[in-house]
């Protein structure tokens, strides 16, 4: 079978350096497009030599659409908006579109679904491996561990570069939790703590997010009880597990039927 043409968006970023870095480095999958934005001083640039692995010949282009039209799927860690705008060229060229942005809005999310009816779409909070394993053992634990007994807190760091938060994960690990005790996350999530705030709400989910250096990303996912926790962890060392993740999701996708799917659905988690 032939090798996967991949589009990198976003390729100049810090995952879109790795994220070509990765593609280049693994078999049945080739770059074949490079995007960036329009003025982005990136522009015309060999997208191989700028993730140092030197010339691919594929120049960093401002033109998704005819980029799009040559690929088999993308690879998007870019941000919200862009990322609304790659989902519908990837609808019209009917690609898979691997979507690793994080802090998309409902309304985001409704028009991403919506370009899921014609590009066949994996979209997760993390690609790694590891952090969907994770989930799976938070939905197991805060299903057996009640909210009468345990309160579960979110606690997540990362670089000081962030943009968002709570990170995409913590959000997708609050889910698991969430779906785990059966309630929705929306209406029981605590984002924000400040002043006299009174005493913890009974089933709730906490979030807090720290900021600093150059964290790749930390998760810990506490269930408190009276006299015990349970702490469960992740801690990425290296973002090259995110790209691992995004390429296997892309095989995964290429020749299947359009929808909006998971990491957990890649992995059959
Ligand atoms: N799901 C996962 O496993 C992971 C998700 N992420 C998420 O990926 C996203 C990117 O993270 P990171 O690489 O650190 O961020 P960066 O800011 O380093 O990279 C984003 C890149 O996308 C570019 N970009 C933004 N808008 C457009 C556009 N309209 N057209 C073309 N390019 C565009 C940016 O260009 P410019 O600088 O000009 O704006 C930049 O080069 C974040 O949302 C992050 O949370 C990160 C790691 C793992
Ligand atoms: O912005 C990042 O860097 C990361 N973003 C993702 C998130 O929001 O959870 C994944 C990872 O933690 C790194």
Known sequence: MSEMGLVVVGAAGRMGQ???RTVHSM??????????????????????ELAGIGIINVP??????SAFAKADGVLDFTAPAATIEF??????ARIAHVIGTTGCSPDDDAKIAAAARHATIVKSGNMSLGV???SVLVEKAAQALGPDDFDIEIVEMHHRHKVDA??????LLGEAAAEGRKIALAEKS?????????????????????????????????????????VM??????????????????LWAHGRKPGLYSMRDVLGL
């Not at 709570?166 to 959000?171: D, W």
């Not at 906490?206 to 900021?211: M, Q, T």
């Open 60 to 65: 960093i282009s401002d033109d998704p659409l």
């Open 87 to 92: 989902a519908g060229y990837a609808a019209q």
């Open 190 to 230: 605590v984002r924000v703590r400040d002043g006299h705030t009174g005493v913890r709400e009974t089933g709730t989910i906490g979030f807090a997010a720290l900021r600093g250096g150059s964290v790749v990303g930390e998760h810990s996912v506490i269930l408190a009880g009276t006299g015990e926790r349970i």
């Open 18 to 20: 790795v994220l070509l």
């Open 233 to 250: 962890s992740h801690l990425a060392e290296d973002r090259t597990i995110f790209a691992r993740g995004a390429v296997k999701a892309a």
């Open 132 to 134: 969907n394993l994770l």
């Open 166 to 171: 709570p990170s995409g994960t913590a959000l």
């Open 27 to 48: 078999a049945g999958v080739r770059v074949v497009g490079a995007i960036e934005r329009a003025g982005s001083p990136h522009l015309g640039k060999d997208a191989g």
